[in-house]
């Protein structure tokens, strides 16, 4: 009997076909049993380089993002692994600090789907669409091939697919809750999953977090055996300015003080991410010796974060932030309150139906002076009318109108906010969010990748 064999794809749209035809990212059964089996098949690759593993509730993408830039300022060649992609799958598998090309995409994807029937038949569940991402992305890091990879979690930590890998560094930003459905009701019972990626003798760099959550994840790294190195503690935002652009950062990090760095990312929330990046990096070189003040001054002013606070349109200015919990949310209120003069400022916000919508909703509900509810084209996408149940319970019937079609609802923000300016000195904004899918539609709409 002959076996099934995998046809190769042609194209990006063959190839992201293929893969959406899988278990969604949504559909999960907690087991690394098929990702083992996979990555085995494929030679193990991501044993191939070293890496950096990246965990928490929110923060993770800009933290990757700002890892990778230092990285490759240190001349090293990175690989980096994001999800969800903001615009275009091909996003979370980068090298070099750039997605993979659609040729390169198709290649990656072809290098791996003969090996993907092998472990479908072999198992009681066929891989999901989010490990066959993962085995690709370490497969085509070791193809390469990379000096590091720079690997973000999908959710969670002890089952995720990414954590196949023995990281020399993992990094656990803020942790909050979300995905409770998978990951537990608690902050701490999610710190006791995401604490799975810190492996014995690995340097652990721990954003600021509650007592519990600390507890949870220093009772972790002593048990394997890694070390600590604690924001407020070990690292840390010495300083902070916004500045035309962004902000202005003086940080400590574990070999030394980096003063006055310009970050162009908006938002506290972000000083600390970096913060957490240099640490992280500083860890992985090992030594006793700062990462020299021109490496981390050139690389930080050259991040950019896609769709976290970014301006991509002016008059009136539209902002789009991936906020889809309560905790992103008040981050980038605060940062907007910060950063920002704008008055008033219109939402926009299209959420998914299993996150929490009446907590985003009231994190954001004083920073806003009316909120147009929308949906985006996900099958998860709350309807617009759903959403405005909550959103006029929580804002009031006069601060909401509700429009189902994504560009209809940003047009109509942006009139209301030009209608609504208050002054000569300060102009109305719209701020799209509630989800990465609402925002990375959005940004195709208002002219795409840049």
């Known amino acids: 009997m002959n076996e099934p064999v995998a046809r190769p794809a042609e194209t990006f749209a063959e190839a992201e076909d293929a893969l959406l035809s899988r278990w969604p990212e949504t559909r999960l059964e907690p087991s690394l049993d098929r990702i083992r089996a996979f990555t085995e098949l494929l030679g193990d690759p991501q044993r191939a380089y070293r890496s950096i593993h990246l965990t928490g509730t929110n923060g993770k993408t800009s933290t990757s993002r700002m890892i990778d830039a230092l990285l490759r300022a240190l001349e090293l060649r990175t690989g980096r692994f994001t999800s969800p992609h903001v615009e275009r799958m091909s996003e979370r598998i980068s ?15 072809n290098d791996i789907a003969p090996y993907t029937h092998l472990v479908d038949r072999a198992g009681e569940h066929p891989l999901s669409f989010f490990e066959t991402v993962v085995g690709m992305a370490y497969a085509a890091f070791a193809d390469a091939p990379v000096d590091v990879a720079v690997v973000e979690v999908g959710m969670g930590g002890s089952w995720d697919a990414t954590n196949v890998i023995d990281a020399d560094v993992a990094v656990v930003t803020p942790i909050a809750v979300d995905h409770a459905h998978y990951l537990g009701d608690t902050a701490v019972e999610i710190a006791r999953e995401k604490a799975g990626i810190i492996k014995p003798g690995s340097v652990a760099v721990l954003a600021q977090q509650t007592a519990a959550v600390a507890t ?38 574990l070999r030394g003080r980096y003063d ?5 990312l908006y938002g506290a929330h972000q000083a600390q991410n970096a913060a957490a990046a240099l640490a992280a990096v500083e860890a992985f070189v090992g030594g006793e010796e700062p990462l020299g003040d021109d490496i981390v001054r050139g690389a930080f002013a050259e991040i950019t974060s896609p769709g976290r606070l970014e301006v991509v349109r002016r008059s009136p200015t539209i902002v789009l932030d991936a906020a889809h919990n309560p905790h992103g949310a008040e981050a980038a209120a605060a940062a907007l309150d910060d950063s920002f003069q704008f008055d008033p400022v219109i939402g926009v916000i299209g959420v998914m ?10 994190a954001f509900e004083p920073h806003l002076e009316h909120v147009v509810v929308t949906q985006n084209s996900a099958a998860r996408a709350l309807s617009a009318d759903r959403l405005a149940v909550v959103a006029r319970e929580v804002f009031g019937d006069d601060r909401v109108t509700v429009v189902p079609l994504l560009a209809d609802a940003i047009d109509a923000a942006a009139a209301r906010a030009e209608a609504t300016g208050s002054d000569a000195l300060s102009s109305g904004a719209v701020l799209v969010t509630g989800s990465v899918v609402t925002v990375g539609e959005a940004r195709t709409l208002l002219g795409g990748r840049k």
């Open 216 to 253: 949870v994840l220093l009772e972790r790294i002593a048990e394997v055996g890694a070390t600590a190195a604690r924001e407020g503690l070990e690292f840390g935002v010495v300083s902070r300015a916004p500045a035309v652009g962004g902000q202005v950062v003086t940080l400590q990090g």
């Open 95 to 109: 090298i070099d600090g750039e997605p993979l090309d659609d040729e390169a995409f198709v290649r990656a994807f």
């Open 353 to 362: 139906g299993d996150k929490d919508a009446e907590g985003l909703l009231a």
């Open 260 to 264: 006055d760095l310009f970050l162009p």
